[in-house]
């Protein structure tokens, strides 16, 4: 093969390896974004439709247990439930764990996650044993205590 | 994070795409590339450039489309990238064994090297059982059932080539074999699977065992001495398969990947550091009591100390058992940067340049450029298997997709690492691109499960109905299930 051709060759075959490696690359990169919940930056890609019309929660609102009435102004930060002295919202109470609950923003929603917790975390009626979504006015229950987020 | 908290509830959140067309579209391109290498390399030999070529690409790009179509059928989910990059990865390994054919044919016409075609026969038997597992196993965690028969059948598959006599067993020093007439296979890769499901779900079992607290010292918590005897027989066991079987590649890949599970499950940085002592600890054993294993340190050491004239029995040189290693470097360096171009270089100089020296040979015709090219498709191919070890809910997928991707991780190392001379030389092949039916139809049989595994961690979960509000009060008790 002459010369040239086979200069020629050698780096377009090259510059075609690469180019299938930066096409994997690419959807890695798409598919990076679209796990993590930020789906504004794919390029190309559509904005999630916004949840709950405008309805956001404001506060955390202790309904039931000792605390009862006690409010919480939510803004980004994590929420921890336990009876350890720095936690948010500290229990008094035999049924709760040190580290018992925790309740933090991701994207727009609110999760409750059980921190592994010896008597668990109820939301409504179904215990809690991954993150799980918390929507306005559903009764989180911890031991004697019952707290709801409300807008 | 163990949920996936967008699917959980609330408004449905746009689904994911399947990325199935994303596959079928790099397979296309990787069965492009594939052809186009084979031309060059016809090329560059001087051969008749014919119509069959282009049938071979075709048949190349049919073979992995029925894949692709099971894939589609089965775990319609799975992640996208991994079947392309296994794909091209095998493709490229299959060009180049069919030049290093040509190479052996045209310096000795007689030798009848047909090497690729028992490989392209390889690659359909992997395929097939690629199929196979994807349809039989509609559920990895249903394996966590077998763990203790896959654990017996992998130690059993792992020890009979070393009891077995050395007539059937032994090539070239290392007893790794069952051959019976033509046929060979080396039992190991298939071991390697079947334990790794085994410990997998022994951890996922019996987690608070080895998370439990015994003394703290230097900021690390260790565990107590009892429990290490796990750890102990995984170091007991890779040090039998260097005794009985003469390998030190396989009996170093077992050992790290009980390692590395074993620290996944626990999070606890003192199972590494004790696991890295024994590890030092058996090298310093192996190094005093193994002839072979000296050999391989001091080639390691300096692979071009000539050799004495007066002595014959010193192998430690460059004539006698540093011969390969040299040749191997020699051709990585011919390579350069752009490498010699695909068909024009030498790599047929280099013993077992289409198996355990592959890369030496892609080195050589690719370049640093090339190499580097099929070092990123190894990295996709790991990070997609670890990326589904995270998204996937439960702990045995979990560490069942980290043991597999973390297998391919680390024979990439000792392959690489023995090549270039980072590391000393074991003989372990490349995953996909080696020659060897054995190694490309266990990791067909790897991938398999790590698409199954993706295919759990990416697909949605079936949506409850919502519950009606009951007061807390008046509810009655629910049986809910705990996630495993």
């Known amino acids: 093969m002459p010369e040239l051709v086979l200069q020629l060759t050698r780096a377009g075959f090259l510059a075609l390896l690469w180019l299938f490696v930066l096409a994997a690359l690419r959807v890695v990169r798409s598919d990076l974004y679209a796990a993590s919940g930020l789906r504004a930056m794919v390029p190309g890609g559509r904005r999630p439709a916004r949840a709950g019309r405008g309805r956001r929660p404001r506060q955390l609102l202790v309904t039931q247990g000792a605390l009862a009435g006690t409010r919480i102004t939510l ?64 009764p989180i229950r911890i031991g004697k205590t019952v707290i709801e987020l409300r807008s | 994070m163990a949920g996936r908290p967008d699917a959980a509830a609330g408004p449905a959140p746009a689904p994911l795409p399947t990325g199935r067309g994303i596959e079928l579209a790099l397979l296309a391109f990787a069965a492009a590339l594939v052809t186009g290498a084979l031309v060059l390399v016809e090329a560059n030999q001087e051969q008749e450039l014919t119509r069959s070529l282009l049938y071979l690409g075709l048949a190349y790009l049919g073979l992995f489309a029925v894949a692709h179509f099971a894939v589609r059928k089965f775990a319609p989910y799975a992640d996208p990238l991994i079947l392309p990059t296994v794909a091209l990865l095998n493709g490229l390994g299959l060009v180049m064994i069919h030049r290093i054919d040509l190479a052996r044919l045209s310096s000795d016409p007689d030798s009848g090297s047909d090497l690729a075609t028992r490989q392209v026969v390889w690659t359909a038997i992997g395929l097939v059982l690629f199929i196979v597992v994807l349809w039989r196993v509609r559920d990895h965690r249903v394996l966590s059932r077998y763990a203790y028969t896959a654990g017996f059948a992998g130690l059993v598959l792992l020890a009979l080539p070393g009891l077995l006599p050395s007539s059937i067993s032994e090539v070239n020093g290392a007893k790794l074999w069952i051959r019976i007439g033509p046929v060979g296979m080396q039992p190991g890769e298939f071991a390697k699977i079947l334990l790794i499901v085994f410990f997998a779900a022994f951890l996922v079992q019996k987690r608070e065992l080895f998370s439990t607290a015994g003394r703290s010292f230097l900021g690390m918590e260790f565990p107590r001495a009892r429990d290490l005897a796990p750890l102990l027989v995984a170091w007991g066991l890779s040090v039998g398969v260097l005794v009985l079987e003469r390998d030190l590649g396989t009996s170093l890949l077992f050992f790290g990947i009980m390692l590395v599970l074993l620290y996944t499950a626990t999070e606890r940085v003192s199972w590494m550091v004790i696991g890295l002592s024994f590890f030092v600890g058996g090298c310093l054993i192996a190094y005093q009591l193994f002839a072979h294993v000296r050999l391989r340190v001091l080639t390691w050491i300096d692979p071009l100390q000539p050799c004495p004239l007066d002595d014959k029995t010193f192998v430690a040189c460059y004539d006698r058992g540093g011969y390969q290693i040299s040749q191997a ?15 024009a270089g030498r790599p047929d100089l280099v013993p077992y340049a289409e198996s355990d020296f592959m890369l030496s040979s892609l080195g050589e015709e690719l370049g640093l450029i090339g190499l580097a090219a099929i070092l990123v498709l190894y990295l996709v191919l790991i990070t997609r298997g670890l990326r589904s070890a995270l998204a996937v809910r439960d702990s045995f997928g979990k560490l069942l997709a980290t043991g597999l991707s973390f297998t391919i991780a680390l024979q990439v190392f000792i392959v690489i690492g023995g090549v270039s001379k980072l590391i000393p030389l074991t003989g372990l092949t490349l995953p996909f691109l080696s020659y060897g039916g054995s190694s490309l139809v266990a990791n067909y049989a790897l991938v398999a ?26 509810a009655g008790t629910e049986l809910v299930e705990r996630p495993t």
């Open chain 2, 449 to 474: 499960l790590l698409l199954r595994i993706s295919n759990a961690a990416r697909a949605p979960l079936p949506r409850k109905p919502p519950t009606p509000h009951v007061p807390i009060a008046e």
């Open chain 2, 329 to 343: 470097l020699f051709g990585l360096g011919t390579g350069g940067l752009g490498g010699t171009g695909l068909g």
């Open chain 1, 75 to 138: 803004d980004s930060r994590p929420i921890l439930i336990g009876r350890a002295d720095d936690s948010t919202l500290v229990l008094d109470d035999d049924y709760a764990s040190t580290r018992h609950a925790r309740i933090s923003l991701q994207g727009d929603d609110w999760y409750v996650e059980d921190l592994g917790s010896t008597n668990g975390t109820y939301l409504d009626r179904a215990k809690v044993t991954g993150p799980t979504r918390v929507p306005l006015g559903v």
